[in-house]
């Protein structure tokens, strides 16, 4: 079974900080790897996704995440937190059709920036 | 863009009624797929269907059951609802031929067993 771990369930930042969060997997075959963020009171956004091809993926608001296939990691920066940013992250990972189409789901990271 | 919206918000409800949640996307999707999502557990899949009439369990299917009878509405059902069912639930769709498995979520629905 695959498995997704987020290291810390809570992160502190600085407004203007670098963020970091930090997302590994366990797979026994090549992934794909999601980023959502979920806003308070709301359902779950895409940030940002990895499929094939270039390992760096940009997504939206600034964030970028890389494909670190042998350190098995897929880990969410921004150079510069806002204060908008606070929301809590959720990292998924899915095997395709050999997993029945599911995402596997982290535990979750809450990103407190503050001023 | 697409659109999921769930029926509820917030519900509250009694312990041992029948619940339904309630799912509707606007995307002509497939794929639907009921979470429930618990703080240090993320998001774990209940239920999810392949397309109409078609159900399969996920990783925590107990205390629950599902109907899809028309393509664009998911149902979740807690024949008995207890207070262990207090959490929030999140109902999400996929295009079936979509390879990227990207997955599309409505804003939720927390419900309070008391």
């Known amino acids: 079974a695959q498995s997704v771990t987020q290291l810390g369930s809570h992160v502190s930042v600085s407004e203007g900080a670098l963020v970091l969060l930090r997302c590994n997997y366990s797979s026994s075959v090549p992934p794909y790897l999601f980023w959502y963020v979920q806003y308070p009171n709301q359902g779950l956004q895409l940030l940002l996704k990895?499929?094939?091809?270039?390992?760096l993926v940009k997504g939206i608001n600034g964030f970028e995440a890389e494909f670190k296939k042998s350190e098995t990691s897929f880990h969410l920066t921004k150079p510069s937190a806002h204060m908008s940013d606070a929301a809590e992250y959720f990292c998924a990972v899915s095997k395709g059709k050999a997993a029945g189409n599911k995402l596997t789901f982290g535990g979750g990271t809450r990103v407190l920036v503050k001023p | 863009d697409v659109k999921v919206t769930q029926s509820s918000r917030y519900l509250v409800k009694r312990t041992g009624e029948k619940v339904f949640l309630e799912c509707v996307q606007d995307m002509d999707h497939e794929n639907m797929f009921w979470y429930r999502q618990d703080p240090g557990l993320g998001l774990r899949l209940i239920y999810f269907?392949?397309?109409?009439?078609?159900?399969e369990k996920g990783d925590i299917p107990e205390g629950y059951s599902v109907s899809r009878e028309k393509k664009e509405r998911f149902s979740l059902i807690l024949e008995s609802a207890s207070t262990n069912q207090t959490s929030m639930y999140l109902c999400?769709?996929?295009?079936?031929?979509?390879?990227?498995?990207?997955?599309?979520f409505g804003p939720g629905t927390r419900l309070t067993v008391t």
């Open positions: 269907s392949y397309d109409v009439k078609m159900k």
């Open positions: 990895y499929t094939t091809g270039a390992t």
């Open positions: 999400a769709s996929r295009l079936h031929r979509d390879f990227s498995y990207e997955q599309y």
